[in-house]
Structure formats: structure tokens, C-alpha cells
């Protein structure tokens, strides 16, 4: 007579094995978002310093950089609430309002970056007339506007239950940004391997050292963008 063993898990032995994936898991996102608030906060803080105090090109050049360090701060502030809202769900609701800042803030900035060295390189006259500071001014204001409305609209969202229009929208919102930005490193490269007429070899230098600079930055800021969304 043969005998058979018969494997089953008890309930009890079910739950504490989700316990215990669940508890890794919070684990790991606490020590991850740690992490980037400990190393984001001073670090973007810093570069803000910098651009206030002149240390850079001044703020009038640097200032879609130094609202990208403000968003970024924001962001950093959000990896906080997230790894607080982990032990305290009554925070879950300003997560989400957050959320929307970091999925619209950082891109649409860095678009704006990859914009304004795409006018620098290959339409400087257009560049040189958009150059003050009350345009960029405006431009960071409406950005600013519509990342409210995004954290807004996520919270919406989220409180309705309505994911699926969550992810459409911010997919469709990447795929806008994605393709500017592409666009802009596209025509920046074809720029880049161009000569102008009647250049001599030092301006030629230079202007070529700028180009790649900002080809560089557009094509970092691209990278980055994949890598986030």
C-alpha cells in the first residue's frame, strides 16, 4: 500500500508570508525614498543657493533651472509624505495631490530647458529677442499653474477611482513632452554637424563647443525622462 503526502498551507502560514512581503516591501520604498530626500533636499537647496547668490550665470540665465530645483525639492518633500503615509494612511490623500507634481513639474521644466537651448542654437536671433527675464518669468508661471492643476486633477482622479483616465492622461502627457524634447535634440544634432558660412576657427570652436553643450544637456534630459517615466 502506497503512501501518499499531501502538501497544504494553513491559513495562518498564508498570512504571514503576505506579512512579511508586505513589511520587505515597505522596507525597501522607505529606504528608497529616504534616500532621495536625504540626497535630494540638500543637493537641489545648494544649487538654488548658488543661483541666488550669483554664484552660476546669475538667476536671469538660470531661471528655469532654479524652478526645476524648486520642483525638485517639492519632489523630494513628496518621497517624504510616501514613506509617511506607509505608517500613516490618513497622509494618502496629500500623496496623491503630490503626485501630480512629479509626474507634470519635472518634465514640462525640463522641456522647457531643452526648448530654450534648442531657440540658443538653432534660431539665436528668435533666442536673443525671448531672452529677459519677464518671459521666462511667464513661462515658469504657467508651468506652475498647470502643475496645480495636475496635482488637482490627480487627486480627482484617485478620490473617483477612476485609474484609467489617470493613466491615460499621463501617458499622453509624457508622449507630448517626449516628442519636443526629441524633436529639439534632433534638430540641435543636425545643427551641430552644420558649418556656417565664412566662420573662422575660433568662433567656429566655440560656437561647435556650444552646440554639443547643448546637445548634451537635451540629451541627458531626455534620458532622464525615459528613465522616470
Not at 547668490?53 to 518633500?77: H, Q, Y
Not at 505608517?87 to 501630480?100: A, C, D, I, P, R
Amino acid at each position: 500500500m502506497n503512501n501518499s503526502t499531501v502538501n497544504f498551507t494553513t491559513p495562518e502560514t498564508s498570512t504571514n508570508s503576505t506579512t512579511q512581503s508586505i513589511g520587505l516591501m515597505d522596507l525597501v520604498i522607505t529606504c528608497v525614498h529616504s534616500f532621495n530626500f536625504l540626497f535630494g533636499l540638500p543637493t537641489n537647496s545648494y544649487v538654488i543657493w548658488l543661483i541666488v547668490t550669483g554664484a552660476g550665470s546669475g538667476v536671469a540665465s538660470e531661471f528655469f533651472n532654479l524652478n526645476l530645483s524648486m520642483c525638485e525639492i517639492c519632489t523630494c518633500l513628496s518621497c517624504l509624505v510616501s514613506t509617511l503615509t506607509i505608517y500613516f494612511s490618513s497622509l494618502s490623500l496629500l500623496m496623491q495631490f503630490l503626485q501630480g507634481l512629479i509626474l507634470t513639474g519635472r518634465p514640462l521644466f525640463q522641456c522647457l530647458m531643452c526648448v530654450e537651448r534648442y531657440l540658443a542654437v538653432v534660431h539665436p536671433v528668435t533666442f536673443l529677442k525671448f531672452k529677459p527675464l519677464r518671459y521666462r518669468v511667464i513661462c515658469c508661471t504657467v508651468v506652475w499653474i498647470i502643475n496645480l492643476g495636475s496635482c488637482f486633477y490627480s487627486l480627482f482622479i484617485v478620490i473617483s477611482q477612476n485609474i484609467n483616465v489617470q493613466t491615460w492622461f499621463f501617458s499622453l502627457q509624457f508622449l507630448l513632452v517626449f516628442s519636443i524634447q526629441l524633436f529639439c535634440l534632433v534638430a540641435v544634432l543636425r545643427a551641430l554637424k552644420q558649418s556656417g558660412p565664412g566662420e573662422r576657427g575660433r568662433e567656429k570652436e566655440e560656437e561647435n563647443h556650444m552646440k554639443r553643450r547643448a546637445f548634451h544637456l537635451i540629451l541627458i534630459t531626455t534620458l532622464e525622462l525615459v528613465k522616470l517615466d
